[in-house]
């Protein structure tokens, strides 16, 4: 299942993680993944589809999306020799950036916003400010360049309040109905499939109640997603698990058949497969 990957970044220490226009020039087919720290990821160049929390967005040079800690999520980059993917993306503890956000109660409440979930989008089309949030991102290169480790937080933090200072300009009084955009219908599926991903999966029960073919279904979800139907739902099926093996005592097996996997044999399998450990030894890395 090469759409699969569980990305385990390691901070090293740092409260955040930050890599500057990083240039993709070869296909790849990009993955289900989550990561420890909340993410924000600037796009200068590239055009695909960023599906996050059952929604798709469209990927264009000046989005901005955001994913929370653990929040299941895929880049998917249409790549060719005259359309390339650059990316600027900050990982980082949400705690420790909220943290120098006292003298800015306006920016923080936009933050907190996002934070739970609240925020209409997690895509932001930030186009018309891209001049702008260039600039801010090239002074941030600079000034973790220069600065010293004990300086590299606030580095982060003001960058994270000159972010938000875009979004909330972006978002104020914006007009919600021009805001939405048509439901796709890979985004039903992704809704259906959280409904039911605990039971056994029947692609013929999906497609009944979405009305359309079974196969239809399945070529329009990787049109539109660019991974399969069941690479999503075994994605989500082991975040689950993930979830569940660090919140509660129950045995693997009862943890495989809660997320609708009760051959023991193929989740442990399929865990590791997508983890790279066992389910037993991810735990006693808890």
């Not at 800690?69 to 249409?78: D, F, G, R, T, W």
């Given at each position: 299942m090469k759409d699969l990957f569980y990305k385990s970044l390691n901070p090293h220490g740092k409260p955040f993680l930050w890599s500057h226009r990083t240039l993709t020039q070869q296909p790849f087919?990009?993955?289900?993944?989550?990561?420890?720290?909340?993410?924000?990821?600037?796009?200068?160049?590239?055009?695909?589809?960023?599906?996050?929390?059952?929604?798709?967005?469209?990927?264009?040079?000046?989005?901005?999306?955001?994913?929370?800690?653990?929040?299941?999520?895929?880049?998917?980059?249409?790549?060719?020799?005259?359309?390339?993917?650059?990316?600027?993306?900050?990982?980082?503890?949400?705690?420790?950036?909220?943290?120098?956000?006292?003298?800015?109660?306006?920016?923080?409440?936009?933050?907190?916003?996002?934070?739970?979930?609240?925020?209409?989008?997690?895509?932001?089309?930030?186009?018309?400010?891209?001049?702008?949030?260039?600039?801010?991102?090239?002074?941030?290169?600079?000034?973790?360049?220069?600065?010293?480790?004990?300086?590299?937080?606030?580095?982060?933090?003001?960058?994270?309040?000159?972010?938000?200072?875009?979004?909330?300009?972006?978002?104020?009084?914006?007009?919600?109905?021009?805001?939405?955009?048509?439901?796709?219908?890979?985004?039903?599926?992704?809704a259906w499939i959280e409904r039911h991903y605990r039971e056994p999966f029947q692609l013929d029960k999906l497609a009944g109640e979405l009305h359309m073919s079974g196969s239809y279904l399945s070529r329009l979800f990787r049109q539109e997603t660019g991974s399969s139907i069941t690479g999503y739902l075994a994605a989500r099926r082991i975040q689950q698990a993930c979830s569940l093996l660090q919140s509660s005592n129950q045995s693997v097996e009862r943890i495989g058949e809660q997320v609708g996997l009760p051959n023991a044999s193929y989740f442990i399998q399929l865990f590791k497969r997508i983890m790279g450990i066992s389910p037993h030894q991810y735990r006693l890395k808890l």
């Open positions: 087919d990009g993955y289900y993944h989550w990561h420890w720290g909340f993410e924000m990821l600037l796009v200068h160049r590239g055009s695909g589809v960023v599906i996050v929390n059952q929604k798709t967005y469209e990927l264009r040079p000046g989005m901005l999306f955001y994913f929370l800690p653990y929040q299941l999520h895929k880049v998917y980059a249409e790549i060719d020799e005259d359309n390339p993917y650059e990316r600027s993306v900050i990982h980082f503890d949400p705690a420790y950036m909220e943290s120098y956000m006292g003298p800015f109660p306006t920016l923080k409440d936009v933050f907190t916003r996002m934070r739970k979930g609240f925020m209409f989008e997690q895509g932001l089309d930030l186009a018309a400010m891209q001049p702008e949030t260039e600039s801010v991102a090239a002074a941030f290169q600079s000034g973790v360049q220069e600065a010293g480790v004990s300086g590299e937080g606030e580095h982060a933090a003001l960058f994270l309040l000159q972010l938000l200072s875009v979004i909330q300009r972006e978002t104020m009084g914006a007009n919600q109905e021009r805001r939405m955009k048509p439901i796709r219908q890979s985004e039903q599926i992704m």
